[in-house]
């Protein structure tokens, strides 16, 4: 079975359909992946955070997991949707390029190459949300 073959079986599931000919399925699923990679980029980008505002003392890393939870799972759920289209885009490939980028750099990051390596996370992030904006359009 072919890729583009494997993402119409994809898209013809009944979680896709789901998605895709509700009125607000996907504008749901669509925002809650926003909202969830803003907060894993968050968490990410600020590595001491402390929820003192909320009397939370939570650790970051426990913010980390479940905003790439979060980031995954909606992930998942908004390529279902569209999957033959999203794998015909090179905004989407591009896009699937800098996450694994993000990966080898959080996996490669060193606590005494702080700066460099936040510098080229926030370059990452940037570049992720452009390409995420191009699949909207081209």
């Known amino acids: 079975m072919s890729i583009p073959e494997l993402c119409e079986r994809i898209q013809d599931t009944w979680v896709s359909r789901t998605i895709s000919e509700s009125t607000w399925g996907y504008p749901i699923v669509g925002a809650l992946h926003v909202l969830a990679i803003a907060l894993f980029g968050l968490a990410v980008l600020i590595p001491h955070i402390r929820l003192h505002a909320w009397d939370l003392d939570t650790d970051v890393r426990w913010i980390r997991r479940i905003g790439m939870?979060?980031?995954?799972?909606?992930?998942?759920?908004?390529?279902?949707?569209?999957?033959?289209?999203?794998?015909?885009?090179?905004?989407f490939r591009i896009k699937?390029?800098?996450?694994?980028?993000?990966?080898?750099?959080?996996?490669?990051?060193?606590?005494?190459?702080?700066?460099?390596?936040?510098?080229?996370?926030?370059?990452?992030?940037?570049?992720?949300?452009?390409?995420?904006?191009?699949?909207?359009?081209?």
């Open 69 to 91: 939870a979060l980031v995954l799972t909606t992930g998942v759920l908004v390529f279902a949707s569209g999957a033959a289209r999203y794998y015909e885009s090179t905004s």
């Open 96 to 138: 699937m390029g800098l996450l694994v980028l993000m990966a080898v750099n959080a996996l490669a990051s060193r606590q005494h190459r702080y700066k460099f390596d936040s510098a080229v996370a926030m370059v990452l992030w940037a570049a992720m949300i452009f390409a995420s904006r191009g699949i909207a359009f081209f």
